[in-house]
């Protein structure tokens, strides 16, 4: 299951031909092609503000959906991008969507199965900023590994790189 859904979202995210579109669609931004995949399940969110569809959130939009987010995870700067590099993030529910964020920077960089307790999807949906010493790249792989140790299904928003 979990690879089916990665391999239908890579190849649905990219099958659509670079020279038709005037701009790079996001990944976030093909909800036709993802959010069928999500109605009826509960979801986790990794996000940080990069995770975004058109202006919005991309947590905001799903739930705006009537998708049930029921995690966030956040990587370095936090879900909501307010901490400093290298600051103590720690978790907290969100003022704006009432949803549990869970912080994955620092020691605790990894979903461990109590925090996929109750998660029928994944999504991970950040922007990488293109710099091998940076974070994000190595929270994908994170998000990875617990998708497979915790038998979830996961969904890749690719999006292209901040460099």
Do not use: W
Not at 46 to 74: E, H, W, Y
């Amino acid at each position: 299951m979990i690879r089916k859904i990665i391999y239908a979202a890579c190849f649905l995210l990219t099958s659509i031909p670079a020279y038709s579109q005037k701009r790079i669609v996001p990944g976030a931004e093909r909800m036709d092609v993802y959010v069928p995949l999500l109605k009826g399940k509960s979801v986790a969110v990794f996000a940080n503000p990069t995770s975004i569809v058109v202006q919005t959130n991309l947590v905001d939009t799903l739930v705006k959906r009537g998708i049930k987010v029921v995690k966030i995870f956040g990587p370095e700067h936090g879900f909501r991008g307010k901490a400093d590099a290298g600051e103590k993030v720690g978790n907290f529910i969100d003022k704006e969507t009432g949803i549990e964020v869970i912080s994955l920077y620092g020691k605790h960089n990894k979903p461990t199965a109590e925090d996929l307790t109750g998660v029928d999807v994944m999504i991970f949906d950040i922007q990488d900023v293109g710099t091998r010493f940076y974070t994000y790249i190595s929270s994908l792989q994170y998000y990875i590994e617990a998708a497979f140790e915790n038998s979830k299904p996961l969904l890749i928003l690719d999006r292209p790189s901040a460099s």
